[in-house]
Every structure is written in structure tokens, then in C-alpha cells.
């Protein structure tokens, strides 16, 4: 009536990796003439494995003839009308484009979610006709 033991291993191995969620940047659904500028926020949410460095970037979007320096909301409807608009790392100030270590935002990983503001802005323009007016922005995380 013995017994008998033996010793095994559990292993895991963690590599760097992140994930990113993105809320809608909504400018407002009743706007009028666009005599003053009109700004808004929305946030990303980035999680990254702790200790990992990372850029962000946002595209220039889907508006047509949208760069990242100028972008443009497009008309839904038949109209080919534009509204530009800009998207902001910081209240007023700072692009945030899509090319790391130029005008992407930085930050490293903690292993828990961690929010970015978006501040968006439609300056003082002339008006284009009534419609819907979208722009399609994809936000990358480098890792």
C-alpha cells in the first residue's frame, strides 16, 4: 500500500498583443448653418498586454478626397457636397493622423483598458445643401 509522485509543469507564455474599440464621433443630427465650429468627443478604448509599447493612428477616413490633414465628411444622398472636419489628440490642438512617430498617439500597455479622447471639430464653413454627411475612420493600434 505505497504511493507514488511526480512533478509536472504548467506553462503559459504571454506575447505582446493589444486590442482597440472605438465609440462613435456623432457631430450632431440638427445641424444648421455652420456659421460657428462645432465640437465634439468620442473615446478608444486600447488594451495592451502590460509593458507594450504602442502608436495609434486614425486613417483619413472614407470622405471623398479626405486626407488626413483635411478631411471631409461626404453627402449620402445624390449630392456630392463636402463638410470638412478635423480629428484632434488634444482639445484644439495636435493632428492625429496615421504615420507612427509623426502624428499618431503613443502610450504602453498595463494590461488593463485604457481611454483616448478623440476631440473632433467641423470649423466655421459655408453650409452645403441638406443631407446626411459620413466619413468612415479607421483607427489602428501598432504594436
Known sequence: NGSKTITFDVTMKIIA????AANPLDFGQSQGILAT????????????TNTTPYNVGLNAGTGTGSTVAARLLSGTGANTSTVAFNLFQAAGATNWGNTQGTDTRSGTGTGTSQVM???GVVPAQAT?????YKSTT??????
Open 117 to 119: 479622447t478623440v476631440y
Open 17 to 20: 498583443d493589444c486590442t482597440i
Open 37 to 48: 465650429a462645432v465640437s465634439v468627443n468620442t473615446t478608444l478604448n486600447v488594451t495592451c
Open 138 to 143: 479607421t483607427a489602428t493600434v501598432y504594436f
Open 128 to 132: 452645403p445643401q441638406p443631407d446626411s
